[in-house]
């Protein structure tokens, strides 16, 4: 049973528009969600976070979005570069919960110059 | 070097083999894991551990064995390698809550078992 699904396996935008990726989650125990970035070749890389108690993250670029009634969450990056090209993975945990955390099977964006 | 590093970045063998693939951490984070990227299901947790002589299992830990003697050092043995083992593996590292829960990932160690 996939606890994180990310139903988008890929996604293709214009360069300065936006990328929205989607996430949601069946167990509503999570309570801690991440946002990974991965290039090829290389091991993936913290991105964005945020906690059950907020619904809203930004660090310059880039926003999380969390509803929990819905338990879905998603990455917003405004605007949009070349260099934003990767394969990006949604993971949430349990706090108190060993750490773990639950990776979604990754969306890949593209961005067209 | 500072950070997360595993050895080898490739490495092919044969049905049967034992094989291990390294991880060597250099912040002292007292959890460390071990993933498996495959087409099709992202990345799944092997085996974790909390701190040093403390792993416990997650969600795919048939045929691997994992020990941690030491705190910045987590190997992954494949005792007895199938097909179904060819993969990517990454290990990570995370200092727990102090750090958010952010767990920093090694490059990876691409495996063929042929």
């Known amino acids: 049973d996939q606890q994180v699904k990310q139903n988008s396996p890929s996604l293709s935008v214009q360069e300065g528009r936006i990328s929205i990726l989607n996430c949601d989650y069946t167990?509503?125990?999570?309570?801690?969600f991440l946002w990974y970035k991965k290039y090829p070749a290389e091991g993936p890389t913290f991105l964005i976070s945020?906690?059950?108690?907020?619904d809203k993250n930004e660090d310059g670029r880039f926003t999380v979005f969390l509803n929990k009634s819905a338990k879905h969450l998603s990455l917003h990056i405004v605007p949009s570069q070349p260099g934003d090209s990767a394969v990006y993975f949604c993971?949430?945990?349990?706090?108190?919960?060993?750490?773990?955390?639950?990776f979604g099977k990754g969306t890949k964006l593209t961005v067209n110059p | 070097d500072a950070g997360i590093t595993q050895s080898p970045r490739y490495k092919i063998t044969e049905t049967g083999r034992q094989v291990t693939l390294m991880c060597h951490q250099t912040?002292?984070?007292?959890?460390m894991f071990w993933y498996r990227q495959d087409l099709g299901h992202g990345l799944r947790l092997i085996y974790y551990?909390?701190?040093?002589?403390?792993?416990d299992k997650g969600e795919v830990p048939d045929g691997y064995v994992v020990s941690r003697s030491k705190t910045e050092n987590f190997p992954l043995t494949l005792e007895s390698a199938t097909r179904s083992q060819t993969s990517v593996y990454f290990c990570?590292?995370?200092?727990?809550?102090?750090?958010?829960?952010?767990?920093?990932f090694g490059a990876g160690t691409r495996l063929s078992v042929l």
């Open positions: 945020i906690s059950s108690i907020k």
């Open positions: 990570a590292s995370s200092e727990g809550l102090a750090s958010g829960g952010i767990q920093y």
């Open positions: 167990n509503s125990m999570f309570d801690y």
């Open positions: 551990s909390a701190a040093a002589d403390i792993t």
């Open positions: 993971a949430a945990s349990v706090e108190g919960g060993s750490e773990k955390l639950v």
């Open positions: 912040w002292s984070h007292s959890y």
